[in-house]
C-alpha cells in the first residue's frame, strides 16, 4: 500500500510517500507563503506531490489516496479550512476537490494535530497502545486522541481543544476565551511571555537561566511545568490512555524535566490508576505530521 502524506502549517508545507508499514520513501518541502493566496497554494501542493512521486519512483495510480493534515481549523467532511491566523488567505478554501481532480485518487483532509497523533499512535511513540493521547508543547499546546485507531472528534466532526481546558481560573487571559487555560501557562510562548516580564528574552533564555540556578526562571519553569502535570491529570481523568506522549517543540528540548512534572503528578492519582498512563515522547519527529496524514489515506484502523 502506497499513499502521500502532506503536512500544511502557517510557514512550511512538507510532503512524504510512505508506504503501509509507515516508512518514508521520499520527502519534499516548501514555504507555504499563504500571501500569494489561495490557488496557488493548491497548485504549488499539487506540484510538491508530483515531486514526491518522482522522487519515489511512483506513479499516481499506485496509490490508495492522498492524505493533508492542515493547521486548523479545517472541516473534515467538507475538505475545507478555515484559519483565517496563519493562513489568511486560504479561509473557507476547499483543498480535496482539485488534488482530488488532479491526481485521480481519493483525498482526505485533516487537522495537523489529528494526523500527527496518528502517525505517532500507529507507527511512532503510541504503538500498540490504545487509546493515545498527545500533546504538543510549543507555540500553543496542542491536543488529539486517537481511540480504537480512529481519531475522536467531536460534535459534528469538529476538534476538541484539550489545550484550553482551564487549570488556574486566575491566570493570564488566553484569545480561547477564558483564563488560566493549558496554553495560557504551558505553551512555549507562555513560558517566552512570562520571562520576558522577568527580564529574559525568550522561553529559550528562561529555559537555560533556570537550568543554571536562576530563582527567577526557575519559577517560571515550574509554572509551566506545574500546569502541564495538571494539564495531564486532567487528561488520565478524562481519557485513561494507555500512552500519554508529548511532542512539540518545548518537549524536543525539555521532555524529562516535563515528563518528570507528569510522571510525580500521575503517580498520585487514586481516582484512576495514574501508574497505567506510559509516559513517552514523540518519536517520529518531524515526519509525524507527513505519516499520520498518509495513515488517513491508506485507512484509519485499517
Ligand atoms: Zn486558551
Known sequence: MKAIGVDIGGTKIAVAAVDGAGR?????????????????GVERVGDLIAATLARAG????????VGVGCTGPVDPRRGTVHNPFTLPTWDGGDLVTPLRDRFGVPVRLENDADAAALGEATFGAGRGADPVVMLTFGTGV???????????????????????????????PCYCGASGCLESLASGTAVGAAGRAAGFADAR??????????????AVVFRATTAAAA????????????????GGGVMDDHFDLFAAAIRGRLAAATAVPGGRVVVCAAALG????????????LGEAG
Open 231 to 246: 494539564g495531564a491529570w486532567a487528561a488520565a481523568h478524562a481519557f485513561l490512555p494507555e500512552r500519554l506522549v508529548l
Open 58 to 65: 511512483w506513479a499516481a495510480g499506485d496509490l490508495r489516496g
Open 286 to 297: 518531524a515526519d509525524a505530521g507527513t505519516v499520520g496524514a498518509a495513515r488517513l489515506a
Open 24 to 40: 518514508v520513501h521520499a520527502r519534499t518541502a516548501t514555504p507555504t507563503e499563504p500571501g500569494r493566496g489561495f490557488a496557488a
Open 142 to 172: 496542542g491536543f488529539a486522541a486517537v481511540v480504537g485507531g480512529r481519531v475522536y472528534r467531536g460534535a459534528g466532526g469538529g476538534h476538541p481543544e484539550f489545550g484550553h481546558v482551564v487549570i488556574d481560573p486566575g491566570g493570564p
Open 205 to 218: 533564555a528562561v529555559f537555560r537561566a533556570a537550568a543554571a540556578g536562576d530563582a527567577a526562571a526557575a
